[in-house]
Antibody, heavy 123, light 110 residues
Framework: EVQLVESGGGLVQPGGSLRLSCSASGFTFSRYAMHWVRQAPGKGLEYVSVISTNGEIIYHADSVKGRFTISRDNSKSTLYLQMSSLRVEDTAVYYC????????????????WGQGTLVTVSS | QSALTQPRSVSGSPGQSVTISCTGSSSYIDYYKYVSWYQQLPGKAPKLMVYDVSERPSGVPDRFSGSKSGSTASLTISGLQAEDEADYYCCSYVGNYRVIFGGGTKVTVL
């Protein structure tokens, strides 16, 4: 059974930094592109980032470009999201998401989601 | 405002059918074969219900079906059940690694 467990969320002041982690199990992590999707309280889903299987292809949405960095450690089956220069509007539940297709680079669909970790940016 | 437009809400009685539309810009039309739909129950993570416009992952009831006509994709829930009450999001790959979601539709079972 696929399991994605996020951690690292919490309360941070505007301008601060936070690193989210996602521990994956139940599938061969190194064979799938991985994504982050976020959801502000009471709002819809927003696509954040993707990283290819080998980490060579990375995309960040315009809203986080230059502030967030996605990375992965295939030896640890772990996905990361380093967030810096955080803004109030970054407040959201951040979901770690597995791509459906086993290929180097893919942009969905998303067949497994973690339970999410809440990031709150507030003074 | 999302580039994929969904109605804010739809409703139906148990046993009825409801259809959720998802309309996008004509510039995305080349990517419309990559439309997917996600169900989000209250307080839960989203779940993939339909991908590549009309394909269902294993385990998803065949009451859920997807289709596309022109620049509008649709998700139809036939034989509506109480447990179908949730938020539904359409999603599309639109090139250059960019993925967009619709604003979401709340389905209410009367």
């Amino acid at each position: 059974e696929v399991q994605l467990v996020e951690s690292g969320g919490g309360l941070v002041q505007p301008g601060g930094s936070l690193r989210l982690s996602c521990s994956a199990s139940g599938f061969t992590f190194s064979r799938y592109a991985m994504h982050w999707v976020r959801q502000a309280p009471g709002k819809g889903l927003e696509y954040v980032s993707v990283i290819s299987t080998n980490g060579e292809i990375i995309y960040h949405a315009d809203s986080v470009k230059g502030r967030f960095t996605i990375s992965r450690d295939n030896s640890k089956s772990t996905l990361y999201l380093q967030m810096s220069s955080l803004r109030v509007e970054d407040t959201a539940v951040y979901y770690c998401v597995k791509d459906m297709w086993s290929r180097v680079s893919s942009s969905g669909p998303f067949d497994s989601w973690g339970q999410g970790t809440l990031v709150t940016v507030s003074s | 405002q999302s580039a994929l437009t969904q109605p804010r809400s739809v409703s139906g009685s148990p046993g009825q059918s409801v259809t959720i539309s998802c309309t996008g810009s004509s510039s995305y039309i080349d990517y419309y074969k990559y439309v997917s739909w996600y169900q989000q129950l209250p307080g839960k993570a989203p779940k993939l219900m339909v991908y590549d416009v009309s394909e269902r992952p294993s385990g998803v009831p065949d009451r859920f079906s997807g289709s596309k006509s022109g620049s509008t994709a649709s998700l139809t829930i036939s034989g509506l059940q109480a447990e179908d009450e949730a938020d539904y999001y359409c999603c599309s790959y639109v090139g250059n690694y960019r993925v967009i979601f619709g604003g979401g539709t709340k389905v209410t079972v009367l």
